[in-house]
């Protein structure tokens, strides 16, 4: 049954179903004609998918994410953002990249983030003699540092499908997302100096007070959310809807930049996005629980410890397998199906949960701009209005050095973990 089954998901996919129907329906033809299990418990499966604390922090923060990106707070990131590295040579390219940062610990959406930050900075690219293939693959690929950076909907989506503490992987995607940032970073200082790429005039101490204090309210919600969540004030569930109120008041009262037609298609477009996740979460659980019953997770776990006895070897199998799945696959699925597959032989081999938590979604955040199938790849052509083939130059670009930034967030556990032990 599950090799049928295994058949069939990826027939469906490659069909251009939509994931969580290859899923369902595939879990549903396997259980109904190629088992004695009965229908009903499917039905169980998929609401009990849904049953988790952890998600409830879903909506909230897919809700903030929104009302930050229509509230003005994206705009004032950016001004904050140039005034603090627009004068180093790469400076508006760096000022992409600290941007997208910033409002990926704001939003916790990647596609969300290069729309909010490319629209304003990709013709400020062009304008500053940027090539348009780096531009292209800067955004894409700055973008990504969403799914690493908290408040990340795939952590939470690891946290859940596995048991381990969202809090904690919060913590050490800080860690991991200023890695993935700064090899980012490096090479774009790298790439202004060989191709002489003008510098913008150094802003003065009072421009520098002045963008501080516009984007302060905005720089301090992730300030909230993790101070909140390890100082005991409360849980990373209650943390989200406390971020979806306070962008509310900030977005409405302070920056006065919320109306109430705007937050009425802000609630719908969350409910959306919510529901478009939370569908894909129910139809991986249910997958999950086929496969589990049917012992692939055991027989995978035993595979591995009879036939690889290196960490360094299974981690990079880990690494090579989700950075191909990444290619095809949004990693809210990617997570979904293979996290249970992977966390039981990572803790036999004595690998940190968190850690391997992070390293997922340190894949699954490059896989997001990898051709051919990579959302930002489209969210990014929309924009720029280049073809595959144009952006294609820049895409591997990024996709070297940050691949580079895995190796280290990889074999050097302490560059994610060091927060996290430093406040154990």
Excluded: C
């Excluded at 940027?130 to 969403?146: E, H, I, K, N, P």
């Amino acid at each position: 049954m599950i090799v049928l089954l295994l058949i069939l998901i990826m027939v469906l996919l490659f069909a251009s179903t939509p994931i969580y129907v290859a899923l369902g329906l595939s879990s549903f033809v396997a259980v109904v004609f190629l088992s004695d299990i009965q229908p009903m418990i499917l039905i169980q499966r998929l609401f009990g998918g849904l049953d988790q604390f952890a998600l409830m922090a879903l909506p909230f923060f897919i809700l903030a994410a929104n009302i930050m990106d229509v509230g003005g707070l994206s705009k004032r990131i950016l001004r904050w953002s140039r005034a603090l590295v627009g004068h180093i040579t790469g400076g508006a390219a760096m000022t992409t990249q600290v941007s997208s940062m910033f409002f990926g610990a704001l939003s916790g959406s990647s596609p969300a983030t290069v729309i909010a930050i490319g629209k304003i900075m990709y013709p400020e690219l062009i304008r500053k003699k940027y090539d348009r293939s780096f531009s292209a693959g800067l955004l894409a690929s700055s973008g990504a540092v969403s799914l690493i950076i908290p408040p990340s909907i795939t952590l939470i989506i690891f946290g859940s499908v596995t048991g381990v503490s969202v809090g904690s992987l919060f913590i050490a995607g800080i860690g991991a997302g200023l890695i993935y940032g700064l090899s980012s970073i490096i090479y774009i200082y790298y790439y202004a100096r060989r191709n002489n790429i003008p510098k913008d005039k150094r802003a003065s101490a009072k421009e520098m007070t002045t963008a501080t204090v516009k984007a302060f309210w905005a720089l301090l919600i992730p300030v909230i959310i993790l101070g909140g969540i390890y100082s005991g004030i409360f849980t990373p569930t209650e943390a989200a809807g406390v971020s979806a109120v306070y962008a509310l008041f900030i977005s409405a009262v302070i920056y006065k930049e919320m109306s109430w037609k705007s937050f009425y298609h802000v609630l719908l477009d969350s409910a959306i996005t919510t529901a478009q996740v939370l569908v894909l979460v129910a139809a991986a659980q249910v997958l999950g629980w086929i496969l589990t019953r049917g012992g692939v997770p055991q027989q995978v776990a035993m595979f591995i410890t009879e036939n690889i006895d290196s960490t360094i070897v299974f981690l990079l199998l880990i690494n090579i397998v989700l950075l191909i799945l990444g290619m095809f696959m949004e990693g809210v699925a990617a997570i979904t199906i293979l996290a249970p597959l992977i966390y039981p032989t990572a803790i036999s081999m004595g690998i940190d949960p968190v850690h391997l938590g992070v390293i997922m979604i340190a894949n699954l955040a490059i896989g997001m701009y990898t051709p051919p199938f990579g959302i930002n790849i489209f969210v990014t052509q929309s924009i720029t209005k280049l073809n595959m083939v144009e952006m294609m130059p820049g895409l591997m670009r990024f996709f070297v050095v940050n691949v580079a930034a895995l190796l280290i967030i990889t074999y050097i556990p302490e560059s994610s973990l060091f927060l996290l032990n430093l406040l154990n």
